[in-house]
């Protein structure tokens, strides 16, 4: 099955600091979502972005499929940016969605 | 559009009981996947319903079980609990390919702790 790999594990920000989040995956794939897991455990999608860039006001991701990565940008960190962030990559549209560990992203003010 | 929702929030159950979670898929959506969210992990797929039929599952035994309603809502069944059960499990809906695909939207979940 399709492996995902995130990095970093943990990571720790200074508000106003930006930051980078990877994803890698080990095969092809037709879907792949950003989400931020709330501290009360809903996953919020980010972004749906199985190729190229989306932007979304402080949020920002690239997938480059053909090099099976994606990253995910985080610019003028908020306190509210802190919990987990979670890529998750599907084949298809029906078939499920494997996730990675998460990023654990913690903003202190 | 309402989104995902799931009840009940949390739960406490007792090793060896049964228990039902509920889940109302967002309008429109007519695939429902159930996922299992230990502490500290990512979420692990259960199995997935389309048109009230199961058309996918995760290496979860079989007292691990669903329903499709007509109206796409859904429920996760698990009998026997036993203590690793204790997770957070997530809901999530989606419509299929050529439907108009955007991703999975996921509920809040319900909280589980088996005791």
């Known amino acids: 099955g399709i492996q995902v790999e995130q990095s970093p594990p943990d990571l720790i920000l200074q508000e106003g600091a930006n930051s980078t989040l990877r994803c890698n995956f080990s095969?092809?794939?037709?879907?792949l979502q950003w989400f931020h897991q709330n501290p009360w455990g809903q996953l919020i999608n980010l972004f749906y972005?199985?190729?190229g860039t989306k932007q979304n006001g402080r949020l920002s991701a690239t997938t480059v499929a053909t090099e099976r990565y994606s990253l995910l940008y985080i610019s003028s960190s908020q306190t509210t940016d802190s919990g987990v962030y979670f890529c998750?990559?599907?084949?298809?549209?029906?078939?499920?969605?494997?996730f990675g560990k998460g990023t654990r992203l913690s903003v202190i003010a | 559009e309402t989104g995902v929702t799931q009840s009940p929030t949390h739960l406490i159950k007792t090793r060896g009981q049964q228990v039902t979670l509920r889940c109302s898929s967002q309008?429109?959506?007519?695939?429902v996947s159930w996922y299992q969210q230990a502490l500290g992990q990512g979420p692990q797929f259960i199995f997935q319903?389309?048109?009230?039929?199961?058309?996918g599952r995760g290496n979860f035994p079989p007292r691990f079980s669903g329903l499709q309603f007509p109206n796409y809502s859904s429920e996760l069944n698990v009998n026997a609990l036993e203590l690793d059960d204790s997770a957070l499990y997530l809901c999530a809906s989606s419509l299929p390919e050529g439907q108009g695909l955007r991703g999975y939207t996921f509920g809040s979940g319900t909280r589980l702790t088996v005791v």
């Open positions: 095969d092809s794939v037709n879907n």
């Open positions: 998750a990559v599907s084949y298809s549209g029906n078939t499920p969605l494997v």
């Open positions: 972005i199985p190729s």
């Open positions: 319903y389309y048109r009230e039929e199961e058309n």
């Open positions: 309008s429109g959506h007519n695939t």
